[in-house]
């Protein structure tokens, strides 16, 4: 059976479920498979066209994916872009269970130094490399959020943490601009600014907060580890809760009268700053 109205009942279930936030949208077939790569297998793909035995079977991100359990159902181009207005989806989209991941999942070694080490370049060892996390306070706009997530990956963070108030890092507009880091980044989210602080102290990592002015350079913080980069709302900045537990302070000298950089910008720039990266 085909849909062909943006009004059947399973259409306007899909929409909830993504306005909801209880499942998240999987625009194209690339998206599919990096989402099966992670081991995340959709519920739902809505294929542009027309019903035909074995169809599917063309595209192994799709045949996959209902080999799986995801079922298949075909639909106009008019529904489908209702789903999604990304000309790249080309034709397909899915739905599925947003990744859920607690803090202890983040939680990767009990014995890693809060000390500074030796500066390293990106051949760094796993100790340094795989325990620079990345804390988003209340950053709103999902593509901010989107796009620190794919630096957090570009850099090699552990993973990122989001308290209760920021944008949801997979809705369709920050799983766009994270180029689909969302799928493969572990993202924590809705964590209390107060469980991150608790958190940080059992990883016994330094929380070291972006500052617009006034903190200290990136640099001096690159062999720093484990480290927690906290990363402020675009407003208010930081919040008095982590703001009075901050180990460190940092902040991107400027040129000109430029006062501050976006959100994902400065995080791109520490993060390959601190990472070691960029030099």
Excluded at 17 to 37: N, Q
């Amino acid at each position: 059976m085909k849909i062909t109205s943006t009004s059947n009942p399973r259409i306007q279930a899909a929409l909830r479920a993504l306005e909801s936030g209880e499942r998240m949208l999987l625009e194209g077939v690339r998206a599919i498979g990096e989402a099966l790569a992670a081991g995340i297998v959709p519920e739902e793909i809505f294929l542009e066209g027309e019903e035909r035995t074995g169809g599917e079977g063309s595209v192994p991100a799709i045949e996959q994916a209902t080999e799986h359990g995801a079922s298949l159902c075909f639909v106009t181009s008019k529904v489908l872009s209702k789903l999604s207005d990304l000309p790249s989806a080309r034709g397909v989209v899915a739905l599925a269970v947003p990744p859920r991941r607690s803090l202890p999942d983040l939680y990767l070694s009990k014995n890693l130094p809060s000390v500074p080490v030796p500066h390293s370049s990106a051949s760094s060892t796993s100790s340094s490399s795989n325990s620079l996390f990345v804390l988003l306070d209340g950053v709103q706009d999902p593509a901010n959020v989107g796009a620190i997530v794919r630096s957090a990956e570009a850099f090699g963070a552990a993973g990122v943490v989001l308290t209760p108030d920021c944008a949801s890092p997979f809705s369709p507009k920050a799983v766009r601009a994270s180029a689909l880091s969302a799928l493969r980044v572990p993202l924590a989210t809705g964590v209390t600014p107060r469980a991150a602080v608790a958190w940080a102290d059992g990883l016994g990592a330094s929380l070291a907060g972006a500052e617009a002015r006034g903190g200290d350079p990136p640099a001096s913080i690159s062999g720093l580890r484990p480290l927690v980069l906290v990363i402020g709302s675009e407003g208010r900045g930081i919040s008095a809760v982590l703001e009075s537990r901050l180990d460190r302070r940092v902040t991107i000298p400027l040129a000109g009268q430029v006062e501050s950089l976006n959100a994902s910008v400065a995080a791109g720039v520490l993060l390959a700053l601190i990472s070691g990266r960029a030099l």
